[in-house]
């Protein structure tokens, strides 16, 4: 957690607690990103690459140019560095032989550390709850998730400056 926690542990917690844990989890969890690509020696799009594979494996070339905003040249670009490193590795896609998925290569980085902590922390706050109260924050976390990719769509005009360097 940050040093510039603002909620002490209490038995009392506020809505507004509630949401400034929430935020410092953000922060704490793109801080640990940051650092977790700089040892990765990654980009952005090739970290982004990796996590969308923890959550749709495997995922085909297309969807994950539109996850990542690339053009077909591009992903195909992230592709083959993540490929040459053997955190992914492309084949025949089950049902369809004339399709390409990707999935983890022999390299894949799994989730370890302050990842894995953070999964650890959620798996024991949903076993607190009953099916209707998992149920409930199933719903919440699908409306914040869709509103967030919704809001993320490309807008008008410029796209934003991002950049393919590695973190160093």
């Not at 020696?41 to 994950?64: H, I, K, Q, Y």
């Not at 022999?106 to 990842?115: D, L, R």
């Amino acid at each position: 957690m940050p040093e510039n926690s603002q909620v002490p542990p209490d038995p009392q917690v506020s809505t507004g607690d509630l949401f400034r844990l929430v935020q410092q989890l953000c922060l704490s969890y793109d801080l640990a990103q940051n650092r977790y690509r700089s040892q990765l020696e990654l980009n952005d799009s090739d970290l982004r690459a990796l996590n969308l594979l923890r959550t749709v494996d495997p995922v085909s070339p297309g969807t994950l140019g539109r996850y990542l905003g690339l053009s077909s040249a591009g992903s195909t670009t992230v592709l083959d560095r993540l490929e040459s490193r053997g955190f992914v590795s492309r084949h025949a896609h089950g049902a369809d032989r004339r399709r390409t998925v990707i999935g983890p290569g022999a390299n894949y980085p799994h989730c370890t550390g302050p990842g894995l902590a953070l999964l650890r922390n959620l798996h024991r706050l949903c076993e607190q709850l009953d099916e209707p109260g998992r149920s409930r924050v199933a719903d919440l976390l699908r409306q914040a998730s869709e509103e967030l990719a919704a809001s993320s769509l490309p807008a008008a005009g410029p796209a934003p400056t991002q950049t393919d360097e590695p973190a160093k």
